[in-house]
T-cell receptor
Framework: GQNIDQPTEMTATEGAIVQINCTYQ??????LFWYQQHAGEAPTFLSYNVLDGLEEKGRFSSFLSRSKGYSYLLLKELQMKDSASYLC??????????WGAGTKLIIKP | GAVVSQHPSWVICKSGTSVKIECRSLDFQATTMFWYRQFPKQSLMLMATSNEGSKATYEQGVEKDKFLINHASLTLSTLTVTSAHPEDSSFYIC???????????????FGPGTRLLVL
């Protein structure tokens, strides 16, 4: 079956770095997405990886290893506003997104 | 990024009434739009895939006669919750897929969501 695993909750300190891991199993693969969702709001797009390697975008970076079925989202210089849920989603061969349950990130001063 | 709007942003209705939610892609055309439902503290649940000019594809367990989807144009999809009941109260979110030719990327951009409360 198709499955996405990511930690339920993580805590980090303002100004620090945090890495949110995601493993996936899908029928075919057409890319891995990361979305940020603040409480009560819709998700917003953060990143897309389809090739192996690291994609850097400001304070956020996303990594993909297709052979390992593994991705991570790296957040640097954490700010209080980064407190949110981070959703990992893999696109299968039918171009459907398979969603993880999300990782709630709590930032402490 | 691409902009997707949703209307209304929130709605309160009586049990048994129908509610229509609109999803529009503002600066691009979307042949494919998706409708999700999200209950508190849970992840997104795909309800259906809406394709312009054809019938929507519903996920298992989603009643197509209760959740009517119309994708009449490349910028508008509507979801109508018919004969709504309190258990239909949820956060309904649409997304539109941006298909970029020449690059293998099919990013979904989300609307702001519609909160439905059925009394």
């Amino acid at each position: 079956g198709q499955n996405i695993d990511q930690p339920t909750e993580m805590t980090a300190t303002e100004g620090a770095i945090v890495q949110i891991n995601c493993t996936y199993q899908t029928s075919g693969f057409n890319g891995l997405f990361w979305y940020q969702q603040h409480a009560g709001e819709a998700p917003t797009f953060l990143s897309y990886n389809v090739l192996d390697g690291l994609e850097e975008k400001g304070r956020f970076s996303s990594f993909l290893s297709r052979s390992k079925g593994y991705s991570y989202l790296l957040l640097k210089e954490l700010q209080m506003k980064d407190s949110a849920s981070y959703l990992c989603a893999a696109m299968d061969s039918n171009y459907q997104l398979i969603w993880g349950a999300g990782t709630k990130l709590i930032i402490k001063p | 990024g691409a902009v997707v709007s949703q209307h209304p942003s929130w709605v309160i209705c009586k049990s048994g009434t129908s509610v229509k939610i609109e999803c529009r892609s503002l600066d691009f055309q979307a042949t494919t739009m998706f409708w999700y439902r999200q209950f508190p503290k849970q992840s997104l649940m795909l309800m259906a895939t809406s394709n312009e000019g054809s019938k929507a594809t519903y996920e298992q367990g989603v009643e197509k006669d209760k959740f009517l989807i119309n994708h009449a144009s490349l910028t508008l999809s509507t979801l109508t919750v018919t004969s709504a009941h309190p258990e239909d109260s949820s956060f309904y979110i649409c997304s539109a897929r941006v298909e970029t030719s020449g690059v293998t990327q099919e990013t979904q951009y989300f609307g702001p969501g519609t909160r439905l409360l059925v009394l």
